[in-house]
């Protein structure tokens, strides 16, 4: 079976290939049906894939030749390890839901079929990329999937500030991935192959060099390349600044691309390439402190925004630090397991904010309210979401959140750990914050209120799903079947256990429970039914400076803009004035030198003849004089 | 029968002064027939020389005063073409000043 | 077999006939510009495909065509006792090695393409017509020649070619960049006849201290020459006895000199974006894409192929330099206000890369280099095909004046994103291989001065999507609302051109085993 | 010498196409003498069926082993190059006045004081002897003076024969001069015996030689418009009939080249060839020089008068490697410097045509009137377009074959700066030629845009002649590389 996997990319894309051909004037049913169903097909696929993987342990690679270089050879192909299998499991399911949503959500768009085209062609480098038996066939789709993110977050391209944010993720992804290519250049260099097992090999051994660069510091410095492109995908602090505006995008883009999937692949990444992390604790460090600042940092943000879905992005930023610094901190199978909890109830919270937005026609959380006697569904599978966000027992958040943080302490990182601890009061905060403001109370704008209504099936039956996913994920890897992704990811590994993993440790568990209900409890306090000395406003401005910093998000974007921006647009006037003003127009004097020198030759032609034969004298006269000289004298 | 002999440096020499009259008169003089005769001038500078040779030179020989006396001749045909182009000249504009001679120009 | 002088001559014809029909039967005109450039194109995928077979049978046992698979020759004339009383010998002889074939398929295509760009209203399309042909004829020449002089010769005719194809049409300015364009590329003609004559005489022993012997000729100093590939052979292994180093590296700066200006390297490129700015979108895709291309081509075959030893002794200078062009280009695209120029100074930001690849001198660097020039001309070309026709609609190639074209032109805007996307290397086109490549081979000499160059990666992403965003994306101005989009027989260029970039993205290896003939040669020449 | 020997001379095989041409030249000038009515036409038509004989006559004689009548006038490689050139340019002039003689009323000298100067550019390509050299110089000279004056009732024509006049008898009056010096140290008068001793003249007294040498060459410089003793030339050639132009710019050149060639060359062999340093000296000022001034000139005339004085300085170059060259190698020096004279010949007088011919029609010599010439005739613009790309030096035309024989002895020859020169100033005259062949290309409007351009039977021979010389040399010069390869120079 497993031999087939090539089926399971190769689905989304002949549905894409299929959309290409019929263009733009494809009815929506059939752009939407193709869609649904390669990719629910492509989902089965995996599945049996990942049975037989389980069964059979990692297979492949199957490659053929793609280009020679001198001596060496790279081939492509795919290989599938537990690993992977995972991985297209959830890509493919979560990529089936998200399809089936957007034919409700898109529906009426002109673009309706590009739309489609532009996700399965997503789909496909995703699944892809998760397959890919070698660095440079990953960098391949890596990009693709970064294309796609452009495409779709620019997807509007009508309105100014989406095509300002497509083009600034794919530019400040782009400063990552540069970094990962001179990474894999690197690797490719010491260890002569981009194939996964000969560089980890190399890796492992430690014994290779580039000349310049040797031994322990060339693995830290290639581990640290691929882990900035790690940062620039998955949003990472300090790249983290594109994912909240990708919001720009259509809402199911956001549940796929920017929560689920593409921003998951730096984590892939990272836990694909473990053993070049393990080989260099420098680079294992840096990953947990990115990991926990990008979490806490992004859950303050996340505290005070306004826009319903740039509260999901940047939790989903914050999430995201919590699966890197699970890796950082050693415990590999806990950020893979947090990954795919996170893709479900992620994934959940923005088709339900999705179907919100599609109700009121707004993204403003202030101009929300009461929607629950409207959207029961979408409230009820929201909640599902918050719940297992917020890390409440026994929502899939909470076994993968509080695995993390055991590892955190018990893998020696107390600061590290008080840092998470601290995100994950702020994240149950805020998500319930978004709950209250959206669903309970008063509706603050009637009118938007009135015209409120749930969408068709093809939207409510994923939220169902999503919220069952989000609901039971979570025993995938908890007590009650036996850590069962363990067993299952390390199954085959050499020392059968890769990083660290730990029993239970129920205190912990009480203790995280408790921040997040008391998380809940304050944003119960002050969103839900607030006394009037607990009023919003009043908190905003107890809290003044640290409000501000927060709602303006720590003032990233500007410095950035100020950094980067204008020093590089700076750059580009002053080059270009040299280039007008110095070089060309140096070439100018020159040209009209020379030529107004030929003017004056040509009026030298005075038509008078004897001043003709003055000259014509004048050089007889001086070349016999000069002839004489250099003859040396008439004697 | 005895001469006195003129050393052959001042000979030269006088043939020198006289092509550089010639030459200065040709640059200078406004009417064309005085240039024609400074440039008339200029040959017979180089017929002093030949004939001088011829007789004083290294190994002397008649070939030098052969040379002049066609030198002479073909000077006399460009005398006559000059004076031919000069009336050609005055014909068409009424003047026989060299520095008039201006349309083709630039 | 005369496969080599066939591409050469067939556009020749092609012009010639152009001359014989009347100007005023301008679809007429149009064909024998399509016919000649189709015909070219054929002989060249013939080429390909005896290729291989070729190779495997091995050049012919003539030493002036060593190890050059396909030849063709024709006596052209010889110049009585030029050296050492010997008569030299130039033959119109041309042959096709792996980065010979692959530059003259590419100028045939791209002839092709540019004929079929041209508006068939257009006033000139005889003269375009005529040009076009004599200036795909000359840049065939200079690539396939086997020969110094042929490629002298193909080169001048590229130039006076390109000279009167900048003149045909385009904005009153254009008269002085046709005048900049000649000037500059003349010169730089001149720098590398005299390099590569040098170059010749040297190997024959010119600058060498020796002493002749009796009958005059000295030892260990093979016979003149001015076929390169006779040159390659001779000079490997030569001792600097016969050719001494100092003669040497004079020589290569002169080659490298003649270069620069040739392929519009930095600081002698301004003839390039002005030429590109006041000339037609045809035009440019011949000059941007083939006839600019002659100068890397030099690098290549004669600073790779006959001075290995001195292009690796002064690697670092010309790394340096390729590095400055891709900044330097990089940053001058971002500043610039008008598309073409734009486009023009991103080919020089690419071009750079060729530098940086070929002094790393390495089997990925030298591969780099070939696969960028490819790259580049063809999304080059691509690029101003589409700015083209933009125009023609828009009537301005200004990035302030355009904006939400995606909505009025989906084709037009859909393609020249691919466009784009490609010459920003991303994967799957041609871009990405041949930056990949080439930085694979940099980073292997010139790690700390790649890691500046690997700025330009992100460079190119900030003003190409930069230059996206003004145009098809944004708000739609409401005096292009109306606009048409392209037509089929409009848009198969532009199809052709996405078919090519993707099928050397995807499946580069097809290229590669071309290009990989000549990278060996080289390789083998170098060590 | 003895009766015996007088009649016992090769006079036949030396002086045959000499004497042809004189032939022709006096019967010519009886005719027109005797009967006034004779359409001109005829007489031209009788001159090139005389200079036609002396060509086949020379041709004949091309290899023939080396003879000398009266130790004065030779056949040899020098004398069978320039004849055999000198007669083809006359050709072409005599071909060109045919056409133009039907269009302008010329005056009847003009016939056989061509042929006469033909004789005279024969004598200095075959005279071994100063003399004989001096007086054929001035023959061609002299006969050129008129010609240049003979256009009836033109102020401008007289004007220019004056200015070439006095120019021209002033540089023969300095040739003499240094002859003279030359007669001095030496006592005679033959380059063969000159040429015998001119190893130990040169050693015993280098500075009178050096300045024999230097006004020798300055003299030829005013005859082959070298810079700073080019100045007449624009004007003269604006004024001179076209034909007498183009006979001027081609045929006296070659002449002229031909005798300095063989008088330095006679003279001044190997031993002293660092006196060839000045020939460099000019032949780089010259090209430079001629260039630069060229760029802003908007008169065709002029234009091409000082293109002419440029592709001068081109063709002196092989001179100035006399210097640095060895011996042997001045073989090859002598081919290029024929090739380039041969193609140039060619380019030159097809140029002077077509300009003729166009600013009759439009009647204006600013090169506006080149305007949509190809919309008006085709065939003339392409014509024109060829020359163009000839001098310019384009591949596939002669003018390039011949650039590159010549930088390639530069450089073989150690004076790369030379070559390289060479092509930077060929590229700064694109900028002139190309300019004229924009022009041409131009679409024209207007009330001139229909008007066609009437191109007379012999005018249509002439330029299919030079365009076939001009492409054929660069596209077989082996038609003209392999007779010059056979030539014995050294004999």
Redesign the interface.
């Known amino acids: 079976m497993v031999a087939y996997a090539w089926l399971v990319p190769l689905l989304p894309l002949a549905a894409y290939v299929f959309l290409l051909v019929l263009g733009?004037r494809a009815p929506e049913g059939v752009a939407a049906g193709v869609s649904v169903v390669c990719s629910l097909a492509s989902f089965l696929v995996s599945a049996a894939v990942f049975r037989a993987a389980a069964s059979q342990g990692p297979v492949g690679p199957y490659l053929f030749?793609?280009?020679?270089?001198?001596?060496?050879s790279i081939s492509f192909g795919f290989e599938v390890t537990r690993l992977n299998a995972l991985m297209i499991l959830v890509v493919s399911l979560v990529s089936t839901l998200v399809l089936l949503y957007s034919a409700g959500y898109m529906h009426g768009d002109e673009r309706f079929p590009v739309f489609y085209q532009y996700l399965n062609l997503f789909v496909f480098s995703m699944l892809a990329l998760v397959l890919s038996p070698n660095l440079?066939q990953l960098?391949?789709?890596w990009?693709?999937v970064g294309?796609c993110s452009y495409l779709l977050v620019?997807f509007w391209?009508?309105?100014?500030e989406?095509?300002?944010a497509?083009?600034k993720s794919?530019?400040v992804t782009?400063?990552g991935?540069?970094g990962l290519?001179?990474g894999i250049?690197?690797l490719?260099?010491a260890s002569g192959s981009f194939d996964y097992s000969t560089v980890f090999a190399a890796a492992g051994a430690g014994q290779w060099s580039?000349g310049?660069v040797s031994g322990q510091e060339l693995t830290t410095l290639c581990a640290l390349l691929v882990f900035l492109g790690a940062v620039g995908k998955s949003a990472q602090f300090p790249l983290h600044v594109w994912l909240p505006d990708a919001m720009e995008g259509p809402t199911p883009v956001s549940a796929l691309i920017h929560a689920a999937t593409m921003v998951a692949a730096g984590v892939y990444l990272v836990a694909r390439c473990y053993p070049l992390f393990q080989a260099s604790p420098g680079a294992l460090a840096t990953v947990a402190w990115i990991g926990a600042i990008t979490a806490l940092l992004a859950a303050l943000i996340a505290l005070t925004q306004r826009d319903i879905k740039r509260v999901i992005a940047y939790s989903t930023v914050s999430q995201l630090g919590y699966m890197m610094l699970a890796l950082g901190v050693g415990a590999y199978a806990y950020g893979v397991f947090h990954l795919m909890t996170h893709a479900f109830f992620k994934a959940l919270l923005f088709l339900a904010a999705g179907s919100v937005i599609h109700a009121v026609d707004t993204q403003d959380l202030f101009e929300m309210g009461g929607l629950y006697r409207k959207l029961p569904l979408t409230a009820w599978t929201f909640l599902a979401g918050a719940l297992a966000l917020a890390g409440v027992v026994p929502f899939a958040g909470f076994w993968s959140k509080d695995d993390i943080l055991a590892a955190a302490l018990n893998t020696g990182h107390p600061v590290l750990w008080g840092m998470l601890l601290l995100a994950a009061f702020c994240t149950a905060f805020y998500i319930f914050r978004v709950y209250f403001l959206v669903f309970t109370g008063a509706p603050r704008q009637p009118e938007r209120w009135q015209h409120a209504h749930e969408g068709s099936w093809v939207m409510t039956l994923p939220l169902l799903v999503l919220a069952a996913m989000a609901t039971i994920a979570g025993f995938f890897n908890s007590p009650l079947n036996g850590d069962g992704l363990e067993h299952f990811l390390f199954a085959d590994s050499p020392q059968h256990q890769i990083g660290y993993t730990a029993p239970e440790n129920v205190p912990l568990m009480l203790l995280s429970l408790l921040v997040a209900l008391l998380g809940i409890g304050l944003a119960a306090a002050v969103y839900w039914r607030p006394r009037q000395s607990q009023r919003p406003e009043r908190w905003a401005r107890a809290w003044g400076p640290f409000y501000t910093l927060s709602y303006r998000k720590f003032y990233l974007d500007e410095v950035y803009y100020a950094a980067l921006v204008y020093t590089?647009?700076g750059?580009?006037?002053v080059?270009?004035w040299i280039?007008r003003y110095v070089?060309?127009a140096l070439?100018r004097v020159v040209?009209r030198l020379?030529?107004s020198?030929?003017?004056l030759?040509?009026?030298?032609?005075?038509?008078?003849?004897?001043?003709?034969?003055?000259?014509?004298?004048?050089?007889?006269l001086v070349?016999?004089a000069w002839?004489?000289l250099?003859?040396?004298?008439?004697? | 029968m005895a001469y006195f002999p003129i050393p052959t440096g001042s000979l030269l020499a006088l043939g020198a002064i006289l092509f550089c009259i010639g030459?200065y008169g040709?640059?200078?003089k406004r009417n064309l027939i005085i240039?024609l005769v400074s440039v008339e001038l200029m040959l017979n500078a180089a017929n002093i020389n030949l004939v001088v040779f011829s007789r004083l030179g290294l190994n002397p020989g008649l070939n030098g005063q052969v040379f002049a006396l066609f030198t002479i001749t073909v000077a006399a045909a460009e005398i006559a073409v000059g004076l031919a182009l000069l009336l050609a000249v005055f014909r068409l504009r009424k003047t026989s000043d060299?520095?008039d001679?201006?349309?083709?120009?630039? | 077999m005369g496969l080599a002088l066939w591409m050469v001559l067939v556009p020749v014809l092609a012009a010639f006939v152009c001359v014989l029909v009347p100007a005023r039967q301008a679809c007429v005109q149009r064909g024998l510009a399509l016919a000649g450039s189709v015909i070219t194109l054929l002989l060249a995928l013939l080429a390909w495909l005896r290729f291989p077979g070729a190779v495997q049978a091995g050049g012919g046992a003539n030493p002036a065509a060593a190890g050059v698979p396909l030849v063709s020759h024709l006596p052209w004339f010889t110049l009585p006792g030029l050296w050492q009383q010997q008569d030299v010998t130039v033959g119109l002889s041309f042959g096709l090695d792996g980065l010979s074939l692959t530059l003259a398929g590419l100028t045939a295509l791209l002839a092709l393409l540019a004929a079929a760009a041209v508006r068939p209203e257009e006033a000139e399309m005889r003269r375009f017509a005529l040009w076009s042909q004599l200036a795909a004829a000359g840049a065939i020449a200079a690539f396939t020649a086997l020969d110094v002089l042929t490629f002298f010769a193909g080169l001048e005719l590229s130039l006076f070619a390109g000279f009167f194809l900048i003149d045909l049409s385009g904005d009153p300015q254009r008269r002085a960049a046709a005048v900049?364009y000649l000037?500059y590329r003349g010169l730089a003609s001149v720098l590398l006849l005299l390099a590569l004559f040098g170059i010749a005489y040297g190997v024959a022993g010119g600058y060498s201290s020796l002493q002749p012997d009796a009958n005059g000729n000295l030892p260990g100093a093979p016979a003149f020459t001015l076929a390169w590939p006779a040159l390659q052979h001779n000079l490997h292994g030569l001792s600097t006895a016969v050719f001494p180093d100092h003669a040497r590296a004079v020589l290569f700066w002169v080659l490298l000199l003649g270069i620069l200006v040739e392929e519009a390297f930095?600081?002698f490129h301004?003839w390039l974006p002005?030429a590109h700015e006041h000339t037609s979108a045809p035009v440019s895709m011949l000059l941007g894409g083939v006839l600019t291309k002659t100068g890397a081509y030099a690098l290549l075959r004669f600073g790779a192929g006959l001075l290995p030893d001195q292009l690796q002794h002064f690697a670092t200078w010309v790394a340096v330099l390729g590095t400055i062009n891709i900044l330097?280009g990089a940053?001058?695209a971002?500043?610039?206000r008008d598309w073409r120029r734009l486009i023009a100074f991103g080919s020089i930001s690419h071009m750079g890369l060729v530098l940086l690849a070929t002094a790393a001198g390495?089997?990925?660097g030298l591969?780099g280099a070939m696969f960028m020039m490819v790259s580049s001309g063809l999304l080059t070309a691509f690029l101003f095909f589409l700015a083209g026709a933009v125009q023609a609609r828009t009537q301005t190639a200004e990035l302030g004046r355009l904006g939400?074209l995606?909505?009025p032109l989906?084709l037009l805007s859909g393609f020249w994103l691919v466009a784009a996307?490609g010459a920003l290397g991303?994967?799957?086109t041609s871009g990405?291989?041949s930056e990949?490549?080439s930085?694979?081979g940099s980073?292997?000499r010139f790690?700390?001065i790649?890691?500046v160059a690997?700025?330009g990666?992100?460079?190119s992403?900030?003003y190409l999507?930069?230059a996206?965003?003004q145009t098809?994306?944004?708000?739609?101005r409401p005096e292009y609302a109306s606009l048409a989009d392209a037509q089929a027989r409009e848009l198969w260029p532009a199809v052709v051109l996405t078919a090519v970039v993707l099928w050397v993205g995807v499946?580069?290896?097809g290229l590669?085993?071309v290009l990989?003939q000549t990278?060996q040669q080289l390789?083998q020449m170098g060590g | 010498m003895s009766v015996s020997d007088w009649l016992n001379q090769p006079y036949i095989a030396t002086m045959g196409p000499l004497l042809t041409v004189s032939a022709a030249a006096l019967i010519i000038m009886v005719l027109e003498f005797t009967c006034r009515k004779l359409d001109r036409r005829w007489l031209i038509g009788l001159a090139l069926a005389g200079v036609a004989v002396a060509l086949a006559e020379a041709l004949v004689h091309f290899y023939h082993d080396p003879a000398m009548a009266l130790n004065t006038v030779v056949t040899d490689a020098f004398a069978n190059v320039f004849s055999v050139l000198i007669l083809i340019s006359a050709l072409l002039v005599l071909l060109f006045a045919l056409d133009y003689a039907g269009q302008v009323r010329l005056a009847g000298e003009h016939t056989y004081l061509i042929l006469f100067a033909v004789a005279g550019a024969l004598a200095m390509a075959s005279a071994v002897d100063l003399i004989t050299l001096y007086v054929g110089l001035e023959l061609l000279s002299l006969s050129s003076y008129v010609l240049v004056a003979l256009r009836s009732r033109s102020a401008a024509s007289a004007e220019g024969g004056?200015?070439y006049l006095?120019?021209g008898s002033?540089?023969s009056a300095?040739l003499l001069y240094g002859m003279s010096f030359l007669y001095g140290v030496t006592g005679t008068t033959s380059l063969i015996q000159l040429g015998a001793g001119g190893l130990a003249t040169y050693t015993s007294y280098?500075?009178?030689a050096?300045?024999a040498?230097?006004?020798m060459?300055?003299g030829m410089?005013?005859k082959l418009s070298l810079?700073?003793?080019h100045?007449?030339t624009?004007?003269a050639y604006e004024g001179a009939p076209a034909p007498i132009s183009a006979f001027l710019a081609t045929l006296s050149k070659a002449a002229a080249f031909g005798m300095l060639l063989r008088m330095l060359l006679f003279i001044f062999n190997a031993a002293a060839s660092d006196?060839f340093?000045?020939a460099g000296?000019?032949a780089a000022v010259t090209m430079v020089?001629g260039n630069?001034?060229?760029?802003?000139?908007r008169n065709m005339k002029r234009l091409l008068a000082f293109s002419s004085v440029a592709q001068a300085g081109y063709v002196l170059l092989p001179f100035a490697l006399f210097q640095t060259g060895a011996f042997q190698d001045w073989i090859s020096l002598f081919d290029s410097l024929s090739f380039y004279l041969y193609a140039y010949t060619f380019m030159t007088v097809g140029a002077f045509a077509v300009v003729w011919v166009v600013s009759r029609a439009r009647n204006t010599l600013l090169d506006e009137a080149l305007v949509g010439l190809y919309q008006q005739s085709p065939w003339l613009a392409l014509a024109l377009t060829v020359f163009l790309l000839g001098l310019a030096g384009v591949p596939l035309t002669g003018g390039f074959v011949g650039k590159v024989y010549l930088f390639s002895d530069a450089v073989h020859l150690h004076a790369a700066w030379l070559g390289v020169l060479l092509f930077v100033c060929s590229v700064?005259s694109f900028f002139y030629y190309f300019g004229w062949v924009r022009k041409v290309f131009q679409p024209l409007t207007g009330p001139l845009a229909g008007q066609r351009i009437h191109v007379g039977p012999s005018m249509n021979l002439l330029l299919a002649v030079c365009v076939a010389g001009t492409l054929l040399l660069g596209m077989v010069p082996a038609l003209l590389l392999r007779p010059l390869a056979h030539t014995l120079w050294l004999s």
């Not at chain 1, 030749?65 to 060496?72: D, Q």
């Not at chain 3, 098809?472 to 739609?476: D, E, I, K, Q, V």
């Open positions: 733009r030749h793609w280009l020679t270089l001198g001596s060496a440079l960098y391949i789709f990009e693709m294309l620019g391209y009508f309105k100014p989406a095509a300002l497509a083009k794919f530019i782009r400063i991935d540069t290519l001179i250049v690197l490719y260099w580039l310049w590089g647009k750059i580009a006037a080059v270009d280039d070089i060309d070439v040209g020379v030529y020198v030929s003017v030759l040509k009026f030298s032609q005075t038509g008078q003849v004897q001043a003709y034969s003055t000259v014509a004298a004048l050089g007889v070349l016999v002839a004489m250099r003859a040396g004298g008439v004697h | 030459l040709a640059l200078t240039v060299v520095n001679l201006n349309e083709n120009k630039n | 900049k000037l930095v600081p301004t002005t330097y940053f001058a971002w500043a610039q390495n089997a990925a591969q939400g995606s909505r989906p996307l991303l994967p799957l990405f291989v990949i490549q930085f694979i980073f292997h790690p700390a790649s890691f690997a700025l990666l992100i460079l992403a900030v999507l930069y996206i965003q098809t994306f944004g708000p739609l499946y580069p290896n590669g085993q990989g990278v390789l | 004056v200015k006095l120019m002033i540089g300095v280098p500075q009178i050096t300045l040498f230097v006004l060459l300055a410089g005013f810079v700073p003793f100045m007449w624009p004007d006196v340093f000045w000296v000019l020089v630069l001034i060229a760029l802003p000139q700064a």
